[in-house]
């Protein structure tokens, strides 16, 4: 499983967005169930993505993220192209349906890449 990157400030969470062309965030919260069950399943996807870069936030330690992002409720996955966010998810996410739509990007910006 590949590894993921914690994040710890709002500063390391912005460098991080514009370090990386394709970065990947996971934003969570201590005491949430399903941010916990979910996490293994989205780092078992992303292993299909190797050139997406893995963050993750813990809410309630970087208090300033959900108002940054406008995040409601976690989990929240989000997904960047250069610094710019393509693919938003929260709470109930399908993963089939997340996998197609990260699939989509990155097969365009690989292939975008190759030329």
Same mark, same amino acid.
């Given at each position: 499983?590949?590894?993921?990157?914690?994040?710890?400030?709002?500063?390391?969470?912005? %460098?991080?967005?514009? %370090?990386?062309?394709?970065?990947?965030?996971?934003?969570?919260?201590?005491?949430?169930?399903?941010?916990?069950?979910?996490?293994?399943?989205?780092?078992?996807?992303?292993?299909?993505?190797?050139?997406?870069?893995?963050?993750?936030?813990?809410?309630?330690?970087?208090?300033?993220?959900?108002?940054?992002?406008?995040? &409601?409720?976690?989990?929240?996955? &989000?997904?960047?192209?250069?610094?710019?966010?393509?693919?938003?998810?929260?709470?109930?996410?399908?993963?089939?349906?997340? =996998?197609? =739509?990260? %699939? =989509?990007?990155?097969?365009?910006?690989?292939?975008?890449?190759?030329?």
């Amino acid at each position: 499983m590949r590894e993921i990157e914690e994040l710890t400030s709002l500063e390391m969470v912005e %460098k991080f967005i514009k %370090k990386h062309h394709l970065s990947f965030l996971y934003i969570s919260r201590t005491n949430c169930s399903v941010c916990h069950a979910l996490l293994p399943q989205v780092r078992n996807l992303m292993n299909q993505f190797p050139l997406i870069q893995l963050g993750h936030i813990n809410a309630d330690n970087v208090n300033e993220i959900a108002g940054y992002f406008s995040v &409601f409720t976690v989990p929240a996955l &989000f997904l960047f192209v250069d610094g710019k966010e393509y693919v938003r998810e929260a709470r109930f996410v399908h993963l089939d349906q997340f =996998k197609e =739509k990260i %699939k =989509k990007i990155y097969d365009l910006y690989t292939l975008n890449d190759s030329k």
